[in-house]
């Protein structure tokens, strides 16, 4: 994932004084907006997962989601789904499912 959000709204607002070169026709805080861009909250369990707060674009705090379990690795041939058997992911062979 990128670490600069896709749309600065902060610089979309410096042009807010001149719509017709495709700025905004009201005033907006753009640093709210890119830091609620930043801070999107995930609704996950964290026992599942580790997160590493750091630095993002333009100094706002950004997250790094993991799982705390890696997943198994992937089969090196073969089509193959991933699956739970028995509370442990596992990939499954296509024919075994």
């Known amino acids: 994932m990128a670490s600069i959000p896709p749309i600065s709204f902060n610089a979309l607002a410096k042009t807010a004084a001149n719509p017709a070169s495709g700025g905004y026709p009201y005033t907006i805080k753009g640093y709210d907006l890119d830091k609620n861009f930043t801070f999107a909250t995930e609704h ?24 705390s379990k890696p997943l198994p690795q992937t089969p090196g041939s073969g089509t193959h789904v991933l699956a739970a058997v028995n509370g442990t992911l596992t990939w499954l062979a296509t024919e075994e499912c």
């Open 44 to 67: 996950f369990n964290e026992d599942h997962f580790t997160v590493t707060n750091m630095l993002g674009a333009g100094g706002h705090e950004t997250r790094k989601v993991m799982l």
